[in-house]
Structures are given as C-alpha cells and as structure tokens.
C-alpha cells in the first residue's frame, strides 16, 4: 500500500463570509456525529481564485446511509456510485462518501484489486481526482484547506497540473483532456508542458469515451464565455473528429469553414461579455448554424422554408442519437436555425423569402427569444450591424403590450 502523504496546512485566505451558510452547516452537524468532512472540488478552487462557486460539493467519511440517517430532507441517488443530496431551503448539496483512487493510479505496489467506487481515506479521494486545483479540502470548522496534492502551490502560480503523471491520468479518463481545456480557458490557468504532450499524445482515446460524457463536455466548454479560445486548443490539439466526426467531415472540405466557425464563436464570447447565457440548444445552433445554413441552399435541395428545420434536424440526429441528447434541445436548435431564413431572408430564397408569413405565429413561440439573440450572434459574426436584430426585437416587444 501506498503511504498517506503528510498534507500540507493553510488558514483561508479569504473571509469566511465567502462559503456558503448551507453547505458549513451541512459539514458542521456531520462532524458533529464525528465524520471527518470537507468541502471539496470546484468550489475549493474557486473560492481560491476569487470567484463565486455554482454549487458547494461535501465529501465525508460518513457512508451514504449514515448521511442519510442524519439529515432527514436528504436522498440517495445513483446506483454505481452512491451520493446523498442534502435538501436545505430550495437548493441541494451534494454529499458524496471520501473514495480510494482507483488502482491504476496506484503503480504496480497495488496488492488488491480497487473499482473505481470502492471508499477510502480522504487523502486518497484527494488523489483519484483530475487536477491538482480540484483536490483540495476546505474545513469551514477548522478554517483550513487541506492539501494533499499541492494544489496551493498550482493556484498561487495559475498553473493546471494534473495530479500525477498526465501520461497515466489522461489515458485512464480521456475526458480529463477536454476538462483541461475547460479550466485552463474559463480559470486562464496555464497547463505545464507535460499535461499538453500527453493531451496530444493521448487524444485519440477520446473515441473510447461515452459519447454523452464528451458531448456533456462539448456543452461546458462552448459555455465557458471563452469559446473563440477553446476552439483554437480543440483544433491545435486536433479533437473535433473524436467529439462530432460529421462536422469534421464538412470542415474538411473548406478551410473557410473552420474560419466562419471562429467568427461565431468569437460572437458568442462578445455577447457573454454582456451577460448573455448559452444552453444546450443555443450552443447547438452555434456550432451546426453555418453548416446547416450551406445545407439550406436551393443547389442543395429544393423545399419550403416550413419544412427547413427538418434540414437542420437531418445535421444534428446523429449527435444526437450518438450522444443522447435531450430530445427539446436538439428541436429547439433547429427551430434557431430554420427562423433564420424568415428573420434574415438569404438572397437565394428569391421570392419564396419575401413572401408574408406568420410573425406573431413564431414570436408565441418557446425558442423565439434565442432565435432572435441567434440572430443577433449572426450579425456579429459577420460583421454587420444590429438594426434587424433591433427592428425584430422592438415588434416582438410591441405584440406583448398588445396582449397584455
Ligand atoms: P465545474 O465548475 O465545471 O462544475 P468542477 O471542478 O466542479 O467544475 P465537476 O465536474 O463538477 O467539476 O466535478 C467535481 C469534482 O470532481 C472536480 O473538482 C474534480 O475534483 C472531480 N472530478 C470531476 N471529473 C473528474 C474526472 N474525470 N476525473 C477525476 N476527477 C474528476
Ligand atoms: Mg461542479
């Protein structure tokens, strides 16, 4: 067996105010009952780095069931790995019992064979995660971070570091490449040398991965507000034809496709920056809308403008199916899409794009203010100026007061 490592002991470097009252709460009563307990993961480091965590994450010694015995708002979810979700107020917190770090992550001392569910100490459950930055504890009780993996040091330098050798950590889950991108893009952490040879190096097992996994990523990452970037690290590093292999296929035949991609991606970041939040079918949209927009073409096929969103459908199904996607997401996207033709009518519809149609029809609809900041991306991208954008948003604004 490996020995435990000494952890190395920090007071907070920021004011207690900053952690959430819940989730101290939640550590409190579960070392009260004598479990050791933490705060851990992306909250950790967030706080670290100065920004405000989405969630607080909870790992304990204490067993699921015993979590459970102690809260009585709380509930057991997942069947491999089990957690608790402590119910306070409206929110939830995670609970999750401290795990060993899988066995080959362990190098060849290992006498018994580990799963990847199987409990262990905390100083392990440090081990097993991703990134130095994301394995350290937090006591809220103690008011100290514990840190077994030299985290502290990689926030103080702003450097990702996996924790252990990337050769062996990114093969073991190939996704960890795509959440290097993710945290070195969103956090402007700089990943060492090492981390980016082995990403290179080991970037075609992503195909082994689930592809719901990789897609759940793709989402994360094009939500990052650093989009233009991510998309220069996933061509450098070569990742599109393991993440959506059918728009690989259609990049390839163009390099000004890759071009007009970035200037989406650009246009996103910039409507980030003022405060606007991309989802699942917003960033679907973005990534098919000039694929798909080359496919509406009358050389391409010759249909109705109604019956567009089926082209659109046709691009995404087999993402879709492959990643099983949420099935409103992927026919919200393609609604994005097809609205386009009647927002900003390309000049190959001809007469069929000037022809009346049903404005107050499509404005009732669920997706129609995404259609209309899709439209606003579009503009943007291609460098032309908001006026249509404007026009659309004022007659939507004027059929409300008329309802209401
Ligand atoms: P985000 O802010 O995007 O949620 P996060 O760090 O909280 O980032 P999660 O996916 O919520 O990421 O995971 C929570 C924690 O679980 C991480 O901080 C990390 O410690 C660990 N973890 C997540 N995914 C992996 C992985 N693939 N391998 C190892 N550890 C992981
Ligand atoms: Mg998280």
């Given at each position: 067996m490996v020995q435990p490592p000494k952890a190395q002991?920090?007071?907070?470097?920021?004011?207690?105010?900053?952690?959430?009252?819940?989730?101290?709460?939640?550590?409190?009563?579960?070392?009260?009952?004598?479990?050791?307990?933490?705060?851990?993961?992306?909250?950790?480091?967030d706080l670290l780095l100065g920004s405000r965590p989405k969630d607080f994450d909870i790992a304990?010694?204490?067993?699921?069931?015993?979590?459970?015995?102690?809260?009585?708002?709380?509930?057991?979810?997942g069947r491999r790995f089990k957690i608790v979700h402590v119910h306070m107020g409206r929110e939830f917190y995670e609970v999750s019992t401290f795990r060993a770090t899988p066995e080959e992550n362990q190098g060849e001392e290992v006498e018994t064979i580990k799963r990847d569910n199987e409990y262990?100490?905390?100083?392990?459950?440090?081990?097993?995660?991703?990134?130095?930055?994301?394995?350290?504890?937090?006591?809220?009780?103690?008011e100290e971070i514990v840190d077994w993996v030299d985290g502290m040091r990689d926030i103080e330098a702003g450097v990702l570091h996996t924790i252990g050798d990337p050769e062996v950590r990114f093969p073991e889950d190939p996704v960890r490449i795509l959440r290097m991108i993710k945290f070195m893009r969103r956090l402007d952490l700089d990943p060492g040398d090492a981390e980016i040879r082995a990403a290179k190096a080991h970037a075609p097992r992503l195909s082994e991965s689930a592809p719901a996994r990789l897609a759940e990523e793709v989402f994360r990452l094009l939500a990052t507000r650093q989009a233009a970037?991510?998309?220069?690290?996933?061509?450098?590093?070569?990742?599109?034809?393991?993440?959506?292999?059918?728009?690989?296929?259609?990049?390839?035949?163009?390099d000004e496709h890759g071009k007009e991609l970035a200037n989406r991606f650009k246009a996103l970041d910039q409507m980030a920056a003022d405060g606007f939040e991309t989802d699942y079918s917003f960033s679907l949209a973005v990534l098919y809308g000039p694929w798909a927009e080359q496919e509406f073409h009358p050389a391409k096929r010759k249909i109705r403008v109604s019956e567009f969103s089926q082209v659109a459908a046709a691009l995404t199904g087999e993402f879709q199916q492959r990643?099983?996607?949420?099935?409103?997401?992927?026919?919200?996207?393609n609604?994005?899409?097809?609205?386009?033709?009647?927002?900003?009518?390309?000049?190959?519809?001809?007469?069929?794009?000037?022809?009346?149609?049903?404005?107050k029809g499509m404005a009732g609809q669920e997706w129609f203010p995404q259609?209309?900041?899709?439209?606003?991306?579009?503009?943007?991208?291609?460098?032309?100026?908001?006026?249509?954008?404007e026009d659309w948003r004022e007659k939507a604004l004027s059929l409300e007061r008329k309802d209401s």
């Open positions: 002991r920090y007071g907070l470097p920021f004011p207690r105010r900053h952690l959430d009252r819940r989730a101290v709460s939640i550590v409190r009563q579960l070392q009260d009952a004598g479990f050791e307990t933490y705060l851990v993961g992306g909250c950790v480091r304990t010694s204490a067993r699921p069931n015993q979590v459970r015995r102690i809260f009585r708002r709380s509930r057991i979810i262990g100490p905390s100083w392990e459950d440090a081990h097993r995660r991703d990134f130095t930055v994301n394995g350290l504890f937090l006591d809220p009780i103690a970037g991510v998309w220069e690290d996933v061509q450098a590093l070569n990742l599109v034809q393991f993440l959506i292999p059918e728009l690989q296929d259609w990049l390839r035949l163009d990643a099983r996607l949420p099935r409103f997401a992927v026919t919200y996207a609604r994005i899409l097809a609205a386009q033709l009647r927002l900003d009518p390309p000049e190959f519809l001809g007469a069929q794009g000037r022809r009346r149609w049903n404005f259609a209309l900041e899709y439209l606003k991306l579009r503009l943007i991208a291609s460098g032309r100026d908001l006026d249509l954008y």
